[in-house]
């Protein structure tokens, strides 16, 4: 894989090509233009899941953490048979193009590009699943770690059996706190030390 220079259009600034070998851990981040919504009702969020869950089902990608916040979104992944741009440009752009028609609006809706961050998986899983999880109380959205549990706007209510998401890899997740029900156990006392 050869790295190259991208230029930003308009600013003139560089940026690197992203590492998108397939296998790889990713933290991807999205953001709103001008720090705007991108999720403004559970309509909204309803339909980014669907899309979610329907490049999971083509591409293979697996989903370990992820949540909805009313700008940005968070998702903890691993790429199969596609590269990480092939399912995000299907996931956004069917998002944006179907936000602008349920809202009448024009224009762009995430600022840039979407930000990847390549992690290795086994010092870092953990703490990354932790994190995008407890961005919904940090940010207010959900006022403690019971609401969390069953907060559908996030990987965390199916990791702790509250929701079916059969697209989410919740066994492997699970895996790298133990077994079983002690597993889930683990997994939400690892959780509530920093809530």
């Known amino acids: 894989m050869t790295s190259r220079l991208i230029y930003d259009r308009g600013c003139g600034i560089p940026r690197l090509a992203r590492l998108d070998a397939l296998g790889v851990l990713h933290h991807v981040m999205g953001r ?10 559970d309509k909204d969020q309803e339909d980014f899941i669907n899309r979610l869950a329907e490049v999971v089902e083509q591409s293979g ?14 998702l903890l992944c691993k790429t ?14 069917g998002y944006a193009v179907n936000f602008n ?6 224009g762009h809706l995430f600022q ?3 930000k990847s961050i390549v992690c290795q998986e086994d010092s870092y899983l953990k703490e990354l699943v932790r994190y995008i999880h407890l961005n919904l109380l940090r940010s207010g959205i959900v006022k403690d770690i019971k609401e969390l549990n069953s907060c559908r706007w996030s990987g965390h209510s199916a990791l702790v ?3 079916d998401r059969k697209w989410q890899d919740s066994e492997y997740v699970l895996s790298c706190f133990g077994k079983g029900r002690q597993a889930q156990k683990n997994y939400l006392r690892y959780h509530e030390r920093l809530s």
């Not at 709103?32 to 009702?41: H, L, T």
């Not at 990480?84 to 440009?89: A, F, V």
């Open 161 to 163: 059996g509250k929701v």
């Open 61 to 74: 990608m697996d989903i370990y953490a992820w949540a909805l916040i009313p700008n940005p979104f968070h």
């Open 112 to 114: 840039n590009r979407y």
């Open 101 to 106: 028609k349920r809202h009448k609006r024009r």
């Open 80 to 93: 199969r048979n596609w590269p990480l741009s092939t399912s995000m440009r299907k996931i956004l752009t």
């Open 32 to 41: 709103g233009i001008e720090r705007k919504k991108i999720f403004w009702n």
